[in-house]
């Protein structure tokens, strides 16, 4: 089993950065990949971002690459999420998830889900 929670959403005008956080217990935490995903009120939920175990290995949306990275601590059990020139369209909740089986971009290789966090931007 593996727990995690997400914090450090919030409003911010478009233009701004957020960075959020993805905390997991449960397993040991690099033995799995990890992937931020989001959803926006009457959409489904989409693939961001997904990091290998070792962090070695990062994809992106395209609708953030370039704008978004995503990175991993191991030794602090916690994934992040650094959000660059947000735009109003990325408005959504976000959600980490862990370790996919199959297809990293379907969120329904994900066993694992955080409860998700509010990202807010403004025009």
């Known amino acids: 089993q593996v727990q995690l929670v997400e914090s450090g959403g919030g409003l911010v005008q478009a233009g701004g950065s957020l960075r959020l956080s993805c905390v997991a217990s449960?397993?040991?935490?690099?033995?799995?990949?990890m992937g931020w995903f989001r959803q926006a009120p009457g959409k489904e939920r989409e693939f961001v971002a997904v990091?290998?175990?070792?962090?070695?290995?990062?994809y992106y949306a395209d609708s953030v690459k370039g704008r978004f990275t995503i990175s991993r601590d191991n030794a602090k059990n916690t994934v992040y999420l650094q959000m660059n020139s947000l735009r109003p369209e990325d408005t959504a909740v976000y959600y980490c998830?862990?370790?996919?089986?199959?297809?990293?971009?379907?969120?329904?290789?994900?066993?694992?889900w955080g409860q998700g966090t509010q990202v807010t931007v403004s025009s």
């Open positions: 449960g397993r040991t935490f690099n033995n799995y990949p």
């Open positions: 990091i290998s175990w070792s962090g070695g290995s990062r």
């Open positions: 998830a862990a370790d996919p089986d199959g297809d990293y971009k379907g969120a329904s290789s994900y066993d694992y």
